[in-house]
């Protein structure tokens, strides 16, 4: 554990946070002149930049920073004034209400839909199945998400959900709300995961002791389960674990901001726009402590799924 944190977990944070940080103060704008207001002086341009420490050097500002970041002590927003902490608290679970059900009934859809392509390979349902997951995977997400929102939530198509907004009151409210987002993860991301699972299976398919298992009179899904499968799990677990920072981040920065939901990615958005320099770097400190959290749980796994890694 401990050479995990020192050599793998460390390494990242450090340099995910270090390298946002230095992007954020080098290409962002002046917070000092920004919080200023109309018509500052030089010198109260300079107070408020010694205030905010922005005239120390960036080694220094970045140390303020990881500290900050520690002590969980994230300032305010500067364009709501409201405390960072609470935004995220506010945020964070509205964000996981959207994203958990398109990932993981993606990921159970993109197995099943793979198990049957690789178990039919080069058969109808093999070029069925890897034709749909092209063109799922050739599509814009954006365009995707604009096409769902016509056909699903508008009165020129079915009309079905509501179109833009959130509320959890209620479970019918919530997946009135979801179903759309949930639909647009489900066809997007459904033919990378098909792609790639079905390229695992496959390969596993052509092991000798898959032949055996064959010669032995196994059925195809009893051998997919008894022979396949855990032999499969590491891949399948990596894709798994490694495809949860991409659409925590890219997925909810998108679909909040298009839908108008007020989650982790829709304060992101704005943040970007409004040059909210509190709450991005709140965000960049987040995605690194994911990232990490992600890195210690797919090394626990590894080892619940092959014991001999743990030597």
């Not at 230095?22 to 109309?38: I, K, Q, T, Y």
């Not at 894709?239 to 679909?255: A, D, E, K, Q, T």
């Not at 770097?281 to 799924?305: E, F, N, Q």
Request: charged share 15%.
């Amino acid at each position: 554990m401990f050479n995990l944190i020192a050599i793998r977990i460390l390494p990242v944070l450090l340099g995910v946070t270090a390298l946002g940080f230095v992007l954020m103060v080098s290409f962002g704008p002046d917070r000092a002149l920004e919080l200023a207001g109309r018509n500052p002086t030089a010198e109260e341009v300079e107070q408020l930049r010694r205030q905010l420490n922005d005239d120390r050097p960036v080694v220094v500002q970045y140390v303020y920073y990881l500290k900050d970041l520690f002590t969980l002590n994230l300032g305010r927003s500067d364009s709501t004034g409201e405390p960072v902490t609470s935004m995220l608290s506010r945020t964070i679970p509205n964000s996981l209400a959207l994203l958990l059900p398109g990932f993981v009934l993606g990921h159970l859809l993109a197995l099943l839909l793979a198990s049957v392509a690789a178990l039919n390979r080069n058969r109808w349902p093999d070029r069925l199945i890897n034709g749909c997951a092209v063109l799922g995977m050739s599509i814009s997400f954006v365009v995707v998400m604009m096409a769902f929102q016509v056909l699903f939530a508008s009165r020129y198509g079915f009309g079905w959900f509501p179109a833009r907004g959130w509320s959890m009151a209620s479970l019918g409210q919530w997946l009135s709300h979801v179903a759309v987002p949930t639909l647009v993860i489900l066809f997007v991301a459904s033919g990378y995961n098909v792609r790639f699972y079905r390229a695992v299976l496959v390969e596993e398919l052509e092991r000798e002791h898959v032949r055996t298992c064959r010669m032995l009179g196994y059925a195809r899904w009893r051998l997919l389960a008894v022979a396949v499968l855990p032999n499969a799990a590491l891949p399948i677990v990596t894709r798994l674990m490694y495809s949860i920072p991409s659409l925590l981040v890219g997925g909810s920065l998108l679909l909040e901001s298009y839908f108008g939901i007020p989650g982790v990615g829709k304060i992101t958005f704005d943040a970007i726009t409004n040059g909210d320099q509190p709450v991005l770097k709140a965000v960049l400190g987040l995605s690194s402590v994911l990232m990490a959290i992600i890195m210690v749980a797919t090394d626990r796994l590894y080892r619940a799924i092959d014991p001999r890694l743990t030597a």
